[in-house]
């Protein structure tokens, strides 16, 4: 298992495609944490005029900040970070099969399950030395640029915001290894992942709209269309939460802005009534986020459990 594990995270590490992948995320966060200061400047210029407040948790808006012509850190990997997921496992075992490499891999004095548990497992470390490198140098380029000091609360809420791209981007590499033992050619596993990522990104908040608009109406007024109103959305939040993006963009609120109490409107509007505006601790957000990260990582076992299954019932010395 230890040999195979360093074959394949050493293959993905000297690969081409990982180093572009690597670039162009380093690229994309050099962009946004100088957009982010920018914003956050001008903001700062603004209190000294008396005109707005900053928050305490100042540097924790370097990864949420969206400058002026570019979006923030944590839109870009929520939104292109299933890409650098699907890119690590499209190709994870149809590519053997295609060069003849799996034969001889699975004629070698090991158990099968080692092979696929091997290349899930290099792909994670792979994708955790990539994001823990980018947060790192990232941290370390804003402490530089803005000069202020880190809290312990705040090196824990990136160092688990890390974690939580880390296992993002893993569940879809999971989901690309599934298609990867499933389909027989790799261009087939890619265009499949993207398809799923492309639907539940882009179009599945749309669809959840009007599937909820449909059941419960809101249009026109009255007593029942105002019922309506917080079932539709209630409604809506549940079903958008089948979607991997709009959890992980739940966790990321909550998780870099300690100043949101919950993502439900409907429960935040009723707990809050006369309460004290304060922000919650490192471990009361990690209360918040904890069944989405729950989700998550039942979404990531699910995708690979499928794989697993899958794959160990195959034929391959054929």
């Not at 499209?90 to 399950?113: K, M, S």
Request: charged share 10%; glycine share 8%; aromatic share 12%.
């Amino acid at each position: 298992m230890r040999v195979l594990y360093k074959k394949e995270l050493s293959d993905h590490l000297d690969s081409t495609r990982y180093q572009i992948l690597f670039v162009l995320l380093a690229c994309i966060m050099i962009f946004a944490v100088n957009g982010a200061i920018s914003t956050i400047s001008q903001a700062a210029q603004q209190t000294s005029d008396g005109q707005t407040s900053v928050s305490e948790f100042l540097f924790l808006q370097l990864f949420t900040t969206s400058g002026s012509n570019v979006y923030s850190f944590s839109t870009f990997i929520g939104f292109l970070g299933p890409i650098v997921g699907i890119m690590l496992g499209f190709d994870a075992i149809n590519e053997e099969v295609a060069q003849g490499t799996l034969n001889r891999l699975a004629a070698q004095p090991i158990y099968r399950d080692t092979i696929i548990n091997a290349k899930f497992l290099a792909g994670l470390t792979a994708v955790a030395i990539m994001i823990f490198t980018l947060g790192g140098v990232m941290t370390g380029y804003g402490l530089i640029r803005t000069g202020l000091v880190l809290t312990g609360e705040e090196v824990a809420r990136i160092v688990m915001y890390l974690l939580m791209c880390t296992l993002y981007i893993s569940l879809w590499m999971a989901l690309a290894e599934l298609f990867s033992v499933t389909s027989r050619y790799a261009a087939t596993s890619a265009l499949a992942s993207i398809a799923i990522w492309l639907f539940l990104t882009m179009f599945w908040s749309t669809i959840v709209s009007g599937i909820a608009g449909s059941i419960y109406p809101v249009n026109g007024g009255g007593y029942q269309a105002q019922l309506n109103a917080i079932s539709n959305y209630s409604l809506q939040t549940g079903l958008n939460r089948v979607s991997p993006y709009y959890v992980f963009s739940e966790i990321t609120t909550i998780l870099m802005n300690p100043n949101v109490h919950s993502t439900n409107v409907v429960s935040l509007l009723t707990s809050q009534e006369g309460a004290v505006a304060s922000y919650l601790s490192f471990g009361q957000s990690l209360l918040q986020i904890w069944p989405h990260i729950v989700l998550m990582i039942a979404e990531t076992v699910i995708f690979f459990a499928a794989a697993y299954i899958t794959f160990m019932k195959r034929e391959i010395r054929a």
